[in-house]
Nanobody, 122 residues
């Protein structure tokens, strides 16, 4: 069982910064693609950022490019989402996701954390 626990959410002023953490356990962290999703009330879940298992490639949603940075600390089995220049539109529940696919095997696992609330408001 791969367990993911998000933390770091809370109330942030517009233009402020916040860093989310996702601690992983139960499997080899370095073998997983690690992803951040978010979902605002009444809206569809959207992919915010993704990192490859090798950590060599990171992709971001257009809405957060230049403002958010995803990174990994392999030694701590933790993925981070550094958020800057936050806007009210960034208000959502943020979810950590671990996914692993292999050629000739398919989807090996697809795990989700419980989510952490980020509210951007004055």
């Amino acid at each position: 069982q791969l367990q993911l626990v998000e933390s770091g959410g809370g109330l942030v002023q517009p233009g402020g910064s916040r860093t989310l953490s996702c601690a992983a356990s139960g499997f080899t962290f370095s073998s997983s693609s690690m992803n951040w999703y978010r979902q605002a009330p009444g809206k569809e879940r959207e992919l915010v950022a993704s990192t490859s298992s090798s950590g060599s490639r990171t992709n971001y949603a257009d809405s957060v490019k230049g403002r958010f940075t995803a990174s990994r600390d392999v030694a701590k089995s933790t993925v981070y989402l550094q958020m800057t220049s936050l806007k009210p539109e960034d208000t959502a529940v943020y979810y950590c996701n671990a996914r692993r696919r292999r050629l000739g095997v398919g989807l090996e696992y697809d795990y989700w954390g419980q989510g952490t609330q980020v509210t951007v408001s004055s």
